[in-house]
């Protein structure tokens, strides 16, 4: 089993949906939980950091973290064809020790 | 752009042979590390570079090894490469080894093993 499971999509949707993105976990000693965009081409970006659990938003951005369900997530609201990409969920125990990623989502919106 | 960069962009190498990639960080980012990302995967952690020391290492064999320079820049050498080796190779810098929210990655060097 993985320690980071993530779906690979693609994921497809008309320009101003809500996108949901997630992913889920075995290590419970994870502690920060990132979301990254990574164009073609290019190297990954980070859009959303989140410590513990809870909630956190960025213009049209909301990463929600559930550590009891070992379970997280990254909404997309009024989505625009940049925003197709690959995101990728991210975890690290902290204190320097290595980021863990998912295996990235491709979405693509439609215009 | 990041400010991380990396070269070269592209490089196609024959089994068996080394090969030398390097990373140019941010001016003051003191930590480095490198990824592997396979195709349609998420990147894989090789080892991390705090101040010019290894800080940790993934599960990749000691053929990986790194340098890191005191003027920003680093290096990831891999030899008697495989065919499994092919794939994007990242680097990130940040300010310090725990900020890893501001851990800013480089576009990449694609290695191709035939």
């Known amino acids: 089993q993985k320690e980071v499971e993530q779906d690979p999509g693609p994921l497809s949707v008309p320009e101003g949906a809500i996108v949901s993105l997630n992913c889920t976990y075995s290590n419970s000693a994870f502690q920060y939980f990132m979301w990254y965009r990574q164009y073609s081409r290019k190297g990954p970006e980070l859009l959303m950091y989140?410590?513990?659990?809870g909630n956190k938003e960025d213009g049209r951005f909301t990463a929600q973290v559930d550590k009891s369900s070992k379970y997280i997530s990254l909404f997309i609201r009024d989505s625009q064809p940049s925003d197709s990409a690959t995101y990728l969920c991210a975890m690290s125990e902290g204190g320097g020790f290595k980021t863990i990623f998912g295996a990235g989502t491709r979405l693509f919106v439609k215009a | 752009e990041t400010g991380v960069t990396q070269s070269p962009t592209h490089l196609i190498k024959t089994r068996g042979q080394q090969v030398t990639l390097r990373c140019s960080s941010q001016?003051?980012?003191?930590?480095v590390s490198w990824y592997q990302q396979a195709l349609g995967q998420g990147p894989q952690f090789i080892f991390q570079?705090?101040?010019?020391?290894?800080?940790g290492r993934g599960n990749f064999p000691p053929r990986f090894s790194g340098l890191q320079f005191p003027n920003y820049s680093s290096e990831l050498n891999v030899n008697a490469l495989e065919l499994d080796d092919s794939a994007l190779y990242l680097c990130?810098?940040?300010?310090?080894?725990?900020?890893?929210?501001?851990?800013?990655f480089g576009p990449g060097t694609r290695l191709t093993v035939t």
């Open positions: 001016s003051g980012h003191n930590t």
């Open positions: 990130a810098s940040s300010l310090d080894r725990a900020l890893l929210d501001e851990q800013y």
């Open positions: 570079y705090y101040r010019e020391e290894e800080n």
């Open positions: 989140t410590y513990s659990s």
